[in-house]
């Protein structure tokens, strides 16, 4: 079974700090993704990766970065958190790109 | 750019079909994809439709594409109190708003 995890389910930072989301998975896939979740808009593509220190920003990538300096872990940073950053972080991999296994979520509250 | 549309809300009876739409601006995506998001949990990869095909059946679970009308459904038979759930129509990386499933007993 192909298996992604997310480094923590609930997250509550305060404007202004930097936060970190963590995805790992262990199938060895070259494609991973990182998405928002918000009510009425459905997923949208913040950033995925489809190598080790590949990126390319999705739909809206404004106010992330992300690291994958290693196959298995993709990492997505929040600079400096805003309230408009609130939401659902969901991350996702696969073998190919239209191939998408997804982690459980991450639900972000920024203060 | 390509967006995928769905309607928000979706309430049926236990033992009812359902049937759940979703309409595409565009799409050279191979496969068009079907989630299911129960709460609390991520997504969860249902079922798939090769771009090529008209439908699929699985099991309860019937895809229809209409690739002339940009138009794809997914229909549960005897939909069952543990299908309630949000359900995604997807293009790889393209997602629609997700419909929730509403099951009464």
């Known amino acids: 079974d192909v298996k992604v995890t997310q480094s923590s389910r609930y997250l509550v930072k305060r404007t202004g700090e930097k936060v970190f989301l963590e995805c790992v998975q262990d199938?060895?896939?070259?494609?991973m993704f990182w998405y928002r979740q918000d009510p009425g808009l459905g997923l949208r593509l913040i950033y995925f990766?489809?190598?080790?220190?590949?990126?390319e920003k999705g739909d809206i990538p404004e106010g992330y970065s992300v690291s994958r300096e290693k196959k298995e872990r993709f990492s997505l940073i929040l600079e400096s958190a805003s309230t408009n950053q609130t939401s659902m972080y969901l991350c996702?991999?696969?073998?190919?790109?239209?191939?998408?296994?997804f982690g459980p979520g991450t639900r972000l509250t920024v203060t | 750019g390509e967006d995928v549309e769905q309607s928000l809300f979706l309430s049926v009876r236990e033992g009812d079909s359902s049937v759940i739409n979703c309409t595409y601006t565009?799409?050279?995506?191979?496969?068009l994809y079907w989630y299911k998001q129960e709460p609390g949990a991520g997504l969860q990869l249902l079922t798939y439709i090769f771009s090529n095909m008209d439908m699929k059946q699985d099991q309860r679970l019937t895809v229809l594409l209409n690739k002339k009308d940009k138009h794809l459904s997914l229909r549960i038979a005897d939909t069952q109190t543990g299908d309630s759930a949000i359900y995604f129509c997807?293009?790889?990386?393209?997602f629609g708003q997700g419909t929730t499933l509403q099951v009464k007993p």
């Open positions: 565009d799409s050279s995506s191979t496969y």
């Open positions: 199938m060895d896939h070259e494609n």
């Open positions: 990766s489809y190598d080790v220190k590949m990126k």
């Open positions: 996702a991999s696969g073998l190919r790109r239209d191939e998408q296994y």
């Open positions: 997807a293009l790889p990386s393209i």
